[in-house]
């Protein structure tokens, strides 16, 4: 049985988790994009919805039956507990090689599981169940666990066939401003890794977007810089992009105040951010206007939903981006499309589809 896709021809492999601009960017992206693109969705609760299911269902509505690496992510502090959170509990207990989640995997047949690394002790008994499915199976190593990568490694080569099926994703986690001094430790991770299991893919990830944008109008998108550095090194073959879709690594919690209105506009290597003084739509229409006047960055043949959103409010529409969620979507959905398309500029150009907001 062939896995649901072939690791080594997938360009980008998005971490996103369920939240309502990250769903949405992803719902507004060409089909050619979401075929072409494989997401690794960390699953929480949505939204104040009461079950896992509405979640689940949100995620279907954005991508699909298409396949999707499924993760689980960490327990959130949240105000008051509910039956969803409960539910995400039982999906981490690792007792017998964390049965509640291979059962969860196997009643969906488009989730490519991720592993969960937790419990060492139940690895392998997991890791076994995971790939007699057939379907591939995702290693997500993240900074605190590189320590035991090369166990894990191990293990893996044990129980498949030398990694073929089998991605590894070194996460980075908060992203570095240093990606070239950072290069050769990442190299060494893939080396083990390829050492253990030839046949696999490595994929790279991390998050630099910034939390604040005072003074601030541009910054490298340190991610690609990486991967670049590190990519002459394996041969050019099984290495993947990955980021968080221009997502922050950390969830801000409030605090703050209403932030000030900002369009970003992401390039290949480099994001562009326009910041107003001003409140409300009338701070994102003068911030929109200055970015679609300037022939520099903005890109008006790039024909998706994030470009027509950013043109409808430098129109004055003020059902366009008019809150940081939309202004957020917006520019997710413009990045993960770029990211996807890196290299091929007729891909990134041909899309069809029409939009509705």
Known sequence: MMALRQFGLVPYMPVLSLRP??????????????NRILPIVHLRAWMSAQILASGLQRLREAYGDRPVVVAVSDPEVVDKLRPVHQELDRLRVSDDGYRNWC????????????LQLRDPAHLIAQLQRFYALGRGVV???EREALSGLSAIAQAVRA?????????FVIDLGR?????????????GFCDLI??????SAVSISASSFPADF???????????TLFNAVLPHTGGGGLIYSDRGSARFERQRG???????????PLVGQWKFFRSDLTGFQGYREQALLLVSNAAIFDPLLRIWGTQMIERTAAGDSSAIKTPARSTAARINLHLHRQAWFGDPIGLYDTEDDWED
């Not at 059962?103 to 991720?114: D, K, V």
Request: charged fraction near 30%; aromatic fraction near 8%; charge should be negative.
């Open 139 to 141: 290693v997500i190593v």
């Open 194 to 199: 390829w050492d253990a299991c030839p046949l």
């Open 175 to 187: 992203g570095y401003t240093d990606p070239l001094e950072r290069a050769a430790f990442v190299r």
């Open 103 to 114: 059962n969860f995997i196997n009643e969906t047949e488009n989730f490519i599981p991720a």
């Open 159 to 167: 129980h498949t066939q030398a990694g073929a099926d089998v991605c």
């Open 255 to 265: 605090g703050g105040g209403m932030p000030a209105p900002r369009i970003d506009y």
């Open 21 to 34: 601009a990250e769903m949405r960017a992803l719902e507004e992206l060409p089909d050619s994009t979401k």
């Open 214 to 224: 005072r003074n601030k109008t541009d910054q490298e998108i340190y991610e690609r």
